[in-house]
């Protein structure tokens, strides 16, 4: 691994990844060589738009696939698993564009992610119904803790189709947590939430690391990513142009280059939505 | 006109075996489309595998009834696994093509020449199902209250159709108020979020998809059993949509929905073919405009009618507060 | 998005163009159909029938002979042409039959030419109309084999699929540009083919009843797309709602012609007993010839306002990306009601060609439906080529299947096509693989 950088403690990566290539027909959108997220750290993953941040993401996560390559999760080959098998192994990621499940409750949408409940089999719903039930009552707890922490226990009942586009950010973290994972990926968490929430959801972001979840956030801001991330990795043309902490990665005339031109308050720009075919 | 009659008509309809059949089969759709979001509009060869199933063992190789009801049920598991295993992956309206197009397959299968050793070709079998009817306690005579009133054969599929329903209805109330319930709601929201938990959404579609496909061939052996008869083209594609049609008009998504649906949609069905018949031969509608053999058309046409407006105005159906969602629709809301 | 699609800056020159492109098919569909003028008699049927016109080598009709119909060896009708020489025997149900003309009772100087047999296996489809001729006179026909049964199921298949493939590029754009599966689009095929023949009854000749009946269904389909598809997207009503929306349509249209237009096939006044031209192993009918012309030249001339005009471009960006294509000056509701008036002029045409080679049905539409399914997710789902090219397929394997199995059968290895491709390449021969995330 040489992506240590200097100035840090040199710690074991919790996910490493070599070689992982995706391509669409003629086009490369990634060709990442090496990659590794340090255990215990906040890591962002920065690059203009059209970097391939996101498609690497989706191949790391299991919701794309590779054409080449091969990634591992604490020490553990996991290339090519299905994205189910990644999140039962503790890799659990959240949706740049927020996802939640407008018609379940915001408690059920936590409850969802919680691991190893019994009645979600077919069999243990029907014949295992007290067995689940004392599950489902634990699970219960932990879910209005963590609604209470991201300020959301007065929905709990609710459908999570009322929520606010901020409060639906913090209702997908709250479901990421519920489901105990040890590297928590977001993609692009602070995309179109107002600066206030912003600053609460960096905190949120910090206790989780405190907690000693590792994190790895995929973001174009560079302001945002300066001062919460331990370490920063980033993109261009589907490459991994810089590694380092984030004043290192700023300074490498690469990034500089890369960011020119493509300045990081283009998503007023009505061209660059219409080109991503997304709803602001 | 004679009103008290149309009301015994459609109440006769609305209890009968035949809205036990479209309750089955709705409650089945209503756990694959209602809960888990799937498109199937191939219920019809559910139904169709099922009560072939049952039937063809029965004649042809003798077997008891209850062999030839596990057969049935054998067949649509198999069924829901060659349907759902490959196009499970595929998005939603895919799968609405492909369960349409399997459907259909099978229906001209089963009628075609090639295959009428085995399934009787075009116009099936009948008098076949003397081994439930020996099972009727209520003998030959006729039960009811003055005009409406229901022969002890009648009542006795009728009874065991709407025991059959209230055990689904209870297996899907036990079902959806689980976590597995929790899973499959969730993936008719969004599919992706669900898989990104860690969990299998393939494997949940597809238990839901063999669930409603076993309770739809169910309701295939039951159609079967109330008219003594089976033919192919009684599993048109029309038989699907009225699934569909019993379901909306029910409540998509609800636990009595389709109960409810499959009552009111024979009691309406019924309802206006006798008002329409009594028109024609009391001469209120005068038979230049309309023939009796036309009145069947025009029940369906309303049908159609119905969905429409459903469609355009309620899109849960008439008793449900919500819309129905696909993950395929929420992309496409995306991608718009 | 509404407020994008209704952006300033438009295509200059789509509203004149819009119109001139439909004009120049229709005038093209008009003189090809023209073309069409041979030989017309009447034919009139009821349920699935058999029928012949028994002429000698002068085309004079020859009465008095006897044509026995029968399954597995067993009689099922015979009948005596008439003093016109025809002859109709009513079938009790789809299937394989054989024909056969008592040489006995053929006036004297009269026989079957050479090489031509006095019995026939006959397929009979569900719904159709088969005409069996039973060549008299002295005139040489060639033998048959494989080879001749290949060529001759190609052709017909040609034939089929050209038909499937002018009704599918409606169902596939209107895909493309709204993501709409309209499952109402056999009806339209079926009401332009009934509306044709309602005029063609009325005593007006089917090529003006065809040019009578395209406009009809388009403003059908537009109208549709005004009234309900416009209004519910607005709203964002869900695509399985508008999807299931679609089916309640079919539901009723189908019901409404079959009260109308009732349940036994018919054919159109003209064009219904041909003698066919062989050539070879080959033998079609002037009619069918001149149909599957027809259909070549509207799929080229479609192929062509999509690649050259100014609608076809914009047809193409709104299929490609609506916000993009909204934010780039396109009228997108504009195009997408252009889409549909042209799909249902198209699914018309289909109709009445479909009707002049096979019968006029009331659930014609819906049995091509399923075909067209195939075509179009074959070619994949949202393209005109891939339509046509698609349709094509699926027609030549229908026909192609008849060589080798039951003609009862040739729908059930279509979809069994569509069901493969769906598991195989989903997004269909000439699609691109969608990118995900």
Known sequence: MTSSPS?????RPILSAQGVQRRFGGLTAVDVDEFAVRGGTITALIGPNGAGKSTFFNVLTGFDRADAGAWQLEGREVTGLPAYRLARQGMVRTFQL?????????????????????????????FGRRSWRRQEADNTERARELLARFGLEQMAGQPAGVLSGGQRKLLEMARALMSEPRLLLLDEPMAGVNPRLVETLLDHIRQVRAEGTTILFVEHDMDVVADISDDVVCMAFGRVLATGTPAEVMRDPEVID????????????????????RQP | MDLIAVL???????????????????????LQFGYAGLMNFGQAGFMLVGGYGMTVSVTRYGAPLWLGVLVGLLMGFLLALLLGVPTLRLRGDYLAIATIAAAEILRLLFRSEAAAPLTYGVFGVQQFASDFYDLNPFGGGSYGIGRFSLSGGQLWIALVGWLLVAAAVALTALLVSSPWGRVIRAIRNDEEVVRALGKNTYAYKLQALALGGLMASVAGMVLALASQAITPDTYTADL???????????????????????VLFWLLLAASDSLLRQAITSGVISDEVLSTSDVGPIRLALVGIALILFMYFRAGGLLSRRTPKTAATAKAEVAA | MAALTGAPTRVRARRRRGPAWAIAVLCAVAAALACLLVDASPALAAGEVVQGRLVDAEDQPVPDVEVTLSQDGDEVASVTSGADGRWEIPVPAPGTYEVSLDEESLPDGISLREGAEASREVTVDPGGLRNVLFPLGQVETSGSGLGAALAQATLDGLLLGALIGITAIGLSLIFGTTGLINFAHGELVTVGAVVAFGLNAAGLHIVLAALVAIPVVAALAGGSELVLWRPMRRRRASQVSMFIATIGLALLLRQVVLVVYGGNPRSYEQYGLQQVWEWGPLSITPRDASILGIALLVLVLVGLTLTRSRLGTAVRSVSDNRALAGCSGINVDRVVFQVWLAGGGLAALGGVLYGLSQAVTWNMGFNLLLLMFAGVILGGLGTAFGAVVGSLVVGLLAQLSTVFFDSELQTVWALLLLILVLLVRPQGLLGLRERVG
Do not use: W
């Open chain 1, 7 to 11: 100035g840090h403690e040199t710690t």
């Open chain 1, 98 to 126: 927020t996802r939640s499940l407008a018609d379940l409750t915001l408690e059920e949408n936590v409850l969802l992610a919680a691991p190893g409940q019994r009645g979600e089999g077919i069999g243990g719903a029907l």
């Open chain 1, 258 to 277: 890369a960011y020119l031109g493509s300045d990081e308050a283009d998503d007023d720009d009505p061209a660059h939505l219409a080109g991503k075919g």
């Open chain 2, 8 to 30: 015994a008509d459609a109440v006769r309809a609305a209890v009968g075996p035949q809205a036990a059949v479209f309750a089955l089969a709705a409650v089945g759709l209503n």
């Open chain 2, 240 to 262: 699907s949509f009225y699934a569909f049609a019993v379901l909306l008009l029910g409540g998509v998504g609800r636990v009595l929905g389709p109960v409810v649906g499959a």
